[in-house]
């Protein structure tokens, strides 16, 4: 007995384009599902035959049951078939179509646009007309046949359409791309003309030529748009050798270039440019250059707009030329005056503000990035079936690609596999000593480094440095780089006695370990500086030495930075060789906090030295390249690849947090606390840097009513503390609320994804409801039509019993 299902159409429905299932057989439901399962169950000498289906008998119906069984136990055995046609009716079992379906379909897409409703739709060409889950292989030589008579329809009635519209017909079919380039050049197939072609065939043909010349100048110019951005092939290269650990170093270093670039414009535009336009008067005789400089940063380099000394502290205009008489200039014949202390503290100001934004907003950005809401289940299934890009046509990036796709799975699998089993009791003390005793090492080596140098600074205070002995001025840089070079080595031996089981966890110690380090040897050059220095060197003029102090540090760090890479890498892999252990693995650890400190030297030095984030970009790029040929050539990939899915997190955090906030303390702490050199620089004469902006507002006050609302902008919203605490409150606000939003959203998931769950038990509940329904309808036919055909027993027949 069957069922019919009947849906009204909605109104939403009229005038959409028929289904292939639709167009096939408008009046019959459809079969595929139960086909197909009927034409897995046959053996291999009867895939090239299509019989009618014959009543299941006792033996068909225990062998369909076993069959079904085999696929999912806890189903019912078999589904009688008006189930079955119910469940073929159903939109998930439509969703496959084979290569002849999708043909037809576009087919009758093209013949309605060209308006030719005279031509029949493609019905009853066969069966791959249907949609199906049959394979491609199982098809019939007849409907191969019906296939290939399709498609010579479809490319002849592509051909009739414009160039433009067949290109979008051909872009939106579901084909291969292999399918989509037969199809593309069978319709472009030059006809065959017959005569001279006329003027407008010549039209048409400059119009066509035209077009493409437009179409391959906008594909070079997307391909230089994607050449000039940075590193592209280079990155792509390093993650698909050495996996995601190692890409994330050469991702935070392209990143840290972008923080110096958007750092370096307002000061160049404002600072530099201006100060450059208008110089000042010479202080003294501009020494030689004698080459030493490019270490020490002084010499030659003092008294220009590379440090803060060479900056006026008054107003520039622009001088006019007097009238013939040689009277004074008119008023409105000068220019408007540029305060140059008021635009160094703003500019300044405003380049660490806008840093600030942009280093959070990255950071929230690599947090989502990194800690999506849902869980990561099904990443493995992703990587497999949807990483592969299909429009890689060159034989190199196919095979970056395949390597990029091959360390990704690597590093899920081992990321997978690092659940181990828990430890003994024992087991876990004797490690916790172990751990805590690496950790006093550790801690111990980082005290001595900030005695170390807490002891020579102060021994350089006691006994000045002579002006002659300029030499002399790298001791103190080039202890402190000597000490960053070196503790490193000492806590990654360390850290072998430890024995991490995850690579992640491993890395996270060193990072933290260094980190300690370098921060604590800053804290106290930070202190040598404001602190002491200051009251040594009144007469003269202290910003300019702290600011040559960071551009003596920032050069010798890269110079160690490539005797590291040159004799460190390089001398370790000669050694592994020798020894036939291999090439080493690349420091993730060391390096990124040898970034991370680099930057921090140049937000330090921002204020007392403009031009050394340009010092900073220089470095970084040269870095780059060393850094990556040396990682080709000496390291090797990490022979436990792990997945650094949060490391770029991590190094954004630690370099907003410690790096930039402890830069940010430093420099309030110089504008607000410590008083100005009398000799030098815009704020020369003044109690703090800040007293620049009470001295502009003091100005504005005289000048009149029309700009009196700037004194008090400055007063209730500079001045005053609580505009402070209020966009403080603000902020954690906002955090707080973000943080109730993603954690509403991972609620919102977790019930989703038990109501898609109820819903598939409901699926199947109703499923074995309709089956137990179907088999009492037929039973109950069954007895019916026993008791029609078995007529009742006459008086003849009571007579012959």
């Avoid at 001398?571 to 400190?597: Q, T, Y």
């Amino acid at each position: 007995m069957a069922f019919v299902l009947h849906v009204p159409q909605a109104p939403e429905d009229q005038g959409r384009e028929p289904s292939p299932c639709e167009e096939s057989e408008e009046s019959e439901l459809h079969f595929s599902f139960h086909q197909l399962i009927q034409e897995q169950s046959r053996g291999p000498g009867e895939d090239r035959l299509e019989l009618p289906p014959r009543a299941p008998g006792p033996g068909a119906a225990g062998a369909a049951a076993s069959h079904h069984q085999a696929l999912q136990a806890p189903e019912p055995a078999a589904h009688s078939p008006a189930t079955l046609r119910i469940l073929a009716s159903m939109p998930s079992r439509t969703i496959g179509r084979s290569r002849g379906a999708i043909i037809s379909q576009f087919y009758n897409r093209t013949v309605r646009l060209r308006r030719r409703d005279s031509r029949p739709a493609l019905r009853g060409l066969g069966r791959s007309a249907r949609p199906s889950l049959r394979l491609y292989d199982l098809e019939l030589d007849a409907t191969a046949l019906a296939e290939e008579e399709k498609r010579v329809l479809l490319v002849k009635e592509l051909q009739g359409l414009p160039l433009a519209q067949r290109g979008h017909m051909l872009r939106g079919m579901p084909l291969s791309l292999a399918e989509k380039r037969c199809l593309r050049e069978e319709t472009r197939a030059p006809r065959r003309s017959r005569g001279r072609p006329g003027p407008l065939a010549c039209c048409s043909r400059l119009r066509y030529a035209c077009a493409l010349a437009l179409h391959d100048l906008g594909l070079a110019l997307l391909a230089g748009l994607q050449a000039l951005a940075p590193w592209h092939y280079a990155l792509k290269r390093i993650g698909g050798q050495f996996g995601s650990s190692v890409l994330s170093y050469f991702l935070f270093l392209k990143t840290l270039l972008a923080f110096n670039v958007l750092l370096l414009l307002p000061l160049l535009a404002f600072l530099v440019g201006v100060q450059t336009a208008f110089p000042p008067a010479p202080r003294g005789p501009r020494p030689a250059f004698t080459g030493l400089e490019l270490l020490t940063g002084g010499g030659c380099f003092t008294d220009t707009v590379m440090y803060y000394g060479h900056y006026s502290n008054g107003t520039l205009n622009q001088p006019c030329a007097g009238p013939p008489d040689g009277g004074q200039c008119a008023p409105e014949a000068a220019s408007l005056p540029y305060n140059m202390p008021l635009a160094y503290l703003f500019t300044t100001g405003t380049a660490f503000f806008i840093t600030c934004l942009t280093l959070v907003y990255s950071m929230s950005h690599s947090f989502g990035e990194s800690y999506r809401v849902g869980s990561t289940l099904g990443a493995h299934a992703i990587t497999v079936f949807c990483s592969w890009d299909h429009k890689v046509t060159q034989k190199w990036a196919s095979r970056l690609q395949h390597d990029n796709i091959r360390t990704q799975l690597k590093e899920l699998l081992a990321e997978w596999q690092l659940q181990g089993g828990r430890q003994s009791l024992c087991g876990r003390l004797r490690r916790a000593a172990l751990l805590a005793l690496v950790w006093l090492l550790c801690l111990g080596i980082t005290l001595g480094c900030t005695v170390a140098v807490y002891t020579f600074s102060e021994h350089l205070i006691e006994s000045p440095v002579r002006a002659d002995r300029e030499a002399a001025l790298l001791a103190l840089p080039l202890v402190v780089c000597l000490l960053n070079l070196g503790a490193p080595y000492l806590f990654r031996g360390l850290a072998a006695l430890e024995r991490h089981d995850s690579p992640v966890l491993e890395v996270y110690v060193a990072v933290c370990r260094n980190l300690i380090l370098k921060m604590v040897t800053l804290g106290i050059l930070c202190y040598h500086w404001l602190g002491r220095r200051v009251a040594t060197l009144q007469g003269q003029c202290w910003e300019d030495f702290v600011g040559q102090e960071l551009y003596r540090l920032t050069v010798l760090d890269f110079l160690f930075a490539l005797l590291d890479t040159l004799c460190g890498e390089l001398g370790w892999r000669l050694i592994s060789e020798r020894l036939g252990r291999g090439k080493p693995e690349f420091d993730i650890a060391r390096n990124v906090l040898e970034l991370i400190h680099g930057q921090t030297l140049a937000w330090l030095g921002v204020l007392f030295s403009p031009l050394l984030p340009a010092v900073q970009m220089v470095k970084l790029l040269l870095l780059f390249y060393v850094k990556k040929t040396s990682l080709l050539a000496n390291c090797q990939a990490p022979r436990r690849p792990w997945l650094a899915s949060h490391m770029s997190t991590v190094f954004i955090s630690l370099l907003c947090f410690p790096s930039f906030l402890g830069a940010a303390i430093f420099l309030c702490y110089a504008v607000w606390q410590v008083k100005p050199s009398s000799l030098c620089g815009p704020f020369r004469g003044l109690d703090s840097m800040y007293e620049a902006g009470k001295v502009w507002v003091r100005r504005l006050e005289r000048a009149g009513p029309r700009v009196s609302w700037l004194p008090w902008v400055h007063r209730y919203l500079v001045e005053n503390t609580f505009p402070v605490y209020l966009l403080s409150a603000l902020l954690l606000a906002i955090i707080y609320l973000n943080i109730q939003v993603v954690k509403g959203q991972r609620e919102v998931i977790s019930l989703l994804k038990e109501q898609i769950s109820n819903e598939g038990e409901d699926k199947i509940f109703l499923i074995n409801k309709l089956h137990s329904v179907c088999e009492r309808k037929e039973r109950s036919g069954a007895g019916r039509t026993q008791e029609v055909a078995v007529p009742p027993a006459g008086p003849a027949d009571h007579r012959e019993a």
